[in-house]
């Protein structure tokens, strides 16, 4: 059965546009709340959300639909999604919302579902739940419509957690950190976490207005971030994006450090004092060449999935690692999370910081990177990736890269372009196979 809603991270669209309606909402949370209503217990899912003006709409309407089929709600208002995945599991619910879009505009918005593990959905849940959405979804007798309340300590909750993360014996007495919330789900948890442990936080990205997440700011614009750690004179920045489960890092210098850096100084670090399980770590096909060949070097794995984190987890989970992520900066570290969490993350970085007393831009650099480069294609419809010339680009470009490079070409899970990923040691080349690729499949697309 093909998907109509769930795309790589739950539902995702403009507000207001089918499908992230208040109508599509409220069926979700009539289906979701039906397929998860398993023995005579009272239900209870709980819900989180980011700081987006449309997260009014989209919670009373999941409400109306989860109290409509009798299950109870309970409430946390803002709060990371890593959070919504974690109380969903301690507060013994049956299921967990999360309501965001992540690092996308104000305008768009999304619901993400968490199962009783804390564990993102797998493909054959959220199939069923599709299929709920097309037919008539009976409501409960009158006397079970489910009650909800809103919990005022769900921050307080994940702070301390958060906090467990960091070795007990190590404190951030004498760190100045720069901390980017996004003005998104963590503007009050990630500065309080690192004021609680110690550091001088000077934080940004933490006055939401309803229309500012993710707006010049965050871990997909990190000027901000960059501009105000070097006037700061910090030693080390954190971004996280708009409902916190990714994370980039910024030295002393200003200097971005993405995902793969910090997945190979955490998955060191775990080898060096013997808690990395797995030989290595997970990440995608779009990680850097250099991740894969700096891992081999000191005697690990990586293991490659497709685009997504909710696939990184799967092959961890299957695999027993306790690291993965995405060069984006989606981490995942299994010992304390069930899904990415940026501020859990953003805790092993600093650890390394303290231990090692060396400044941001020694510890953060792991490896060397190769050449790489990604574009994208926008098209209208059609298959262009199925196109005679576009095979025949691809194949010559694969023939070309062979032993010195890798090819990733990949439609969207969420927007109608392709990606064209290429990298290997020589920068022209790859440059030059991009732009053949990109030409053919324009072309193609016309």
Not at 7 to 33: C, F, S
Not at 45 to 54: A, E, F, Y
Not at 150 to 160: L, T
Request: glycine share 12%; hydrophobic share 40%.
């Amino acid at each position: 059965m093909s998907r109509k809603y769930f795309g790589t991270d739950g539902i995702r669209g403009r507000t207001n546009q089918w499908p992230m309606t208040a109508e599509l909402a409220m069926k979700v949370g009539m289906a979701a709340g039906k397929h998860f209503q398993r023995g005579t217990h009272r239900h209870r899912v709980v819900i989180g959300k980011d700081t987006r003006l449309s997260g009014y709409m989209v919670e009373n309407a999941l409400v109306a639909g989860f109290t409509a089929v009798g299950m109870d709600v309970v409430q946390f208002g803002p709060i990371p999604t890593p959070a919504v995945a974690l109380l969903a599991h301690s507060m013994r619910a049956d299921l967990g919302v999360m309501i965001s879009a992540s690092h996308n505009p104000y305008f768009d918005n999304g619901i993400k579902l968490f199962g009783p593990d804390g564990y993102k959905l797998s493909d054959e849940d959220e199939l069923k739940i599709e299929a709920m959405l097309e037919q008539e979804i009976p409501p409960a007798a009158s006397q079970d419509i489910g009650r909800a309340r809103r919990v005022e300590d769900a921050r307080g909750r994940y702070i301390h957690a958060v906090k467990s993360s960091f070795p007990a014996d190590l404190r951030l007495d004498g760190l100045k950190i720069v901390v980017d919330c996004a003005n998104g789900a963590a503007y009050q948890v990630a500065p309080s976490a690192l004021w609680e442990l110690g550091a001088e936080v000077v934080a940004v990205g933490v006055t939401p207005n309803g229309i500012n997440i993710n707006d010049q700011c965050g871990s997909t614009a990190p000027h901000l971030l960059q501009e105000t750690v070097v006037a700061s004179g910090a030693d080390i920045g954190i971004a996280l994006d708009g409902d916190a489960d990714r994370l980039i890092v910024v030295d002393e210098h200003g200097t971005i450090v993405d995902g793969d850096q910090i997945m190979a100084l955490i998955a060191g670090n775990f080898a060096r004092a013997g808690t990395l399980r797995g030989g290595g770590l997970v990440a995608t096909v779009m990680s850097n060449l250099g991740l894969e060949r700096f891992l081999i070097g000191q005697g690990m794995a990586l293991e490659r999935t497709k685009v997504g984190d909710r696939y990184v987890l799967e092959r961890m989970r299957e695999g027993g690692f306790n690291v993965g992520g995405e060069q984006s900066g989606h981490m995942i570290l299994s010992d304390y999370a069930t899904t990415g969490d940026g501020t859990v993350a953003a805790l092993q970085v600093l650890a390394a910081l303290v231990r090692s007393g060396r400044p941001a831009s020694e510890v953060l650099h792991q490896f060397d990177p190769v050449p790489q480069l990604l574009k994208n294609v926008r098209f209208s419809g059609g298959k262009p990736l199925e196109h005679e010339d576009v095979k025949r680009v691809i194949a010559q470009a694969e023939a070309e890269l062979s032993g010195s490079g890798r090819l990733v070409i990949r439609p969207s899970g969420t927007e109608p372009v392709i990606r064209v990923m290429a990298e290997g040691d020589r920068e022209e080349q790859v440059k030059d196979v991009v732009e053949r690729i990109c030409d053919a499949v324009a072309k193609a697309a016309a």
